[in-house]
């Protein structure tokens, strides 16, 4: 498998599960987090832990699209934020909801970096995670 079809599939995941997640953040918005066990917490947080883990394997660039280096260290970062503000989603959900949306947006943005690199063939990979 090429890196590019790795990178394409790595995408497709977050998307996914970022759909899937903004369909619960909805429903725990509309019941003022009511129906927010412990059970659905830790579900929650070990879906985050897994969306972290394909983030942080995005390949480190060498040489290459330097909006994507600097794209890949933002979303790293504000995915950072994600998960620290799910540490106290009971006390401050509307905290985490704002660092969620942001995520959300840059994500975006990244994403397109991903996809240009992915199709230069001046890039030069450090890691391939």
Do not use: A, C
Request: without cysteine.
């Amino acid at each position: 498998m090429q890196i590019n079809e790795l990178i394409e599939k790595q995408i497709t995941i977050v998307d996914n599960i970022i759909s899937s997640l903004n369909g619960i953040f909805s429903l725990l918005s509309e019941t003022n987090n009511s129906i927010l066990n412990q059970t659905m917490y830790s579900t929650i947080e070990e879906i985050l832990k897994f969306i972290e883990i394909i983030i942080n394997s995005f390949p480190d660039l060498l040489i290459g699209d330097t909006i994507y280096i600097k794209d890949r260290k933002i979303i790293i970062n504000l995915y950072e934020n994600v998960l620290n503000s799910w540490k106290s989603f009971f006390v401050f959900p509307e905290e985490f909801l704002k660092h969620w949306g942001i995520f959300k947006t840059e994500w975006n943005n990244t994403k397109s970096s991903l996809i240009r690199i992915d199709k230069n063939v001046r890039t030069i990979y450090l890691s391939l995670n």
